[in-house]
């Protein structure tokens, strides 16, 4: 935070606002026409988004005074780990659940913070979508290691340091969709996205999963496969977990075109 920022958190502290605004795009099922209300309740500091929407759900009455319906979003572990609650706050897309309201205040200049559902994917209602692509893009490229039965197996492989340490930022992946809702390349049936690539890279350099690495390559080879990738580099910037997607696109491209040139060598 530089100096300026620092001064106006000062001033903000010593004069918050009454209350907070809360600008909800609403629609009431699938396919419904989508409309917006607005929702006021009392600042409160460190309140985070999820808190604020369960404030508004107690009681939901919008600010002009009209009895409504509570709004709906999807909401789990609250710590960022499940992705689960992601949607789009003041224009950018993030885990509601480590928004916090404070930071978006100040960040605004003003006292209206702004949420929508994600615009990739089917919004079954109000903030809620339908993430089912995604999943479908993890069974298309095998995103899993192959089991040989459920006896002791022994150690496993090993693994060189600088492996385990680039697999491990793979496999924080919480699959929680905001790299393809940053994304201006995705879109359901046109491009696999970086999370789908990703976890190609993560599996790809286990030992063991490696024997699956033709099938998972070949899933990237379709029409909606990695070279739909434009390099906007939009996944790096909002991704929660701070995933070198970018990183695992190139390596993974690589390792796409050579399987193409040269995997009929390998049958």
């Known amino acids: 935070m530089n100096e300026a920022n620092v001064k106006q958190e000062k001033k903000r502290l010593a004069n918050p606002p009454q209350a907070i605004q809360f600008r909800i795009a609403r ?5 419904a026409a989508q409309y917006t209300e607005t929702f006021e309740i009392p600042y409160r500091r460190n309140l985070n988004v999820i808190s604020a929407l369960m404030e508004i759900r107690k009681n939901p009455v ?3 005074g009209k009895q409504t319906t509570p709004p709906v979003w999807d909401m789990n572990c609250l710590e960022q780990v499940c992705g689960i609650c992601t949607m789009v706050i003041n224009g950018r897309v993030r885990q509601s659940c480590s928004a916090l309201v404070d930071d978006l205040l ?6 209206t913070i702004t949420l929508e559902p994600m615009s990739k994917f089917p919004n079954v209602r109000d903030l809620q979508v339908d ?16 089991l040989d039965g459920t006896h002791d197996l022994g150690p496993g492989p090993k693994m060189s340091q600088e492996t385990v340490e680039e697999r491990y930022a793979y496999s924080r992946c919480m699959t929680c969709g905001c790299c393809l809702e940053a994304c201006p390349q995705y879109h359901e049936d ?5 999370q789908a690539i990703g976890q190609v890279r993560l599996f790809n350099m286990h030992p ?3 024997m699956s690495r033709d099938a998972r390559l070949e899933g990237l080879m379709d029409d909606d496969g990695i070279t739909n990738c434009g390099n906007a580099q939009n996944c790096i910037q909002v991704c929660p977990m701070s995933i070198p997607l970018t990183r ?18 390998r049958k």
Not at 106 to 111: A, D, K, V
């Open 248 to 265: 695992a696109i190139y390596e993974t491209n690589r390792e796409v075109t050579i399987h193409g040139l040269f995997g009929w060598l």
């Open 131 to 146: 993430r089912t692509a995604m999943f479908n893009h993890l069974k298309k490229v095998h995103a899993w290691v192959e």
């Open 27 to 31: 629609r009431a099922k699938l396919g």
């Open 190 to 194: 046109n491009y696999i996205g970086p």
């Open 106 to 111: 100040l960040l605004s200049g003003g006292n």
């Open 208 to 210: 063991t999963g490696e």
């Open 62 to 64: 919008t600010k002009e």
